[in-house]
């Protein structure tokens, strides 16, 4: 079947990988790092209150934790880590000298999360070293969210 131009959906497929800056922890303020780094967080939760899904659905259960997320998904479409890695340092400001201490005062976690589809069992994810520093500085974790 040949679908028409007018009758596409217009939807991108998408991208094979993304990356998010994750700060969760019991006390952890959204607000507080929304104005730390100056940006619209792309997810956010308050320890015992209800939150948006990304659906945009109410969550009928109070968070357990607070959590705040900037990732890249929406900003970059890149199949490769590096050019998502980049927005996040370049738009995050990132490193930061005050970071960790800030986290430490919040009793926060701080990971960065990889997205990763490996549907042809052949592509690594590449995270480059001054990353892996940085996170290493900053007390955080890397995980890679892999696919196949």
Known sequence: MTMRPEARTGK???ARAHATLVISGDSVEPEYWTRYFGVTPSSVRTKGQC??????KISTRPATT???AFGSKTAIRSDQLAPHLACLTETLALPRVDLRERLQAQGAEVALWCFWINDTGDRVPDVPDEIRAMMDA???TIEIDEYQ
């Open 66 to 68: 607070g959590y705040w």
């Open 138 to 140: 900053i007390g955080g």
């Open 12 to 14: 991108e497929p998408h």
């Open 51 to 56: 939150y948006r899904y990304p659906s945009g």
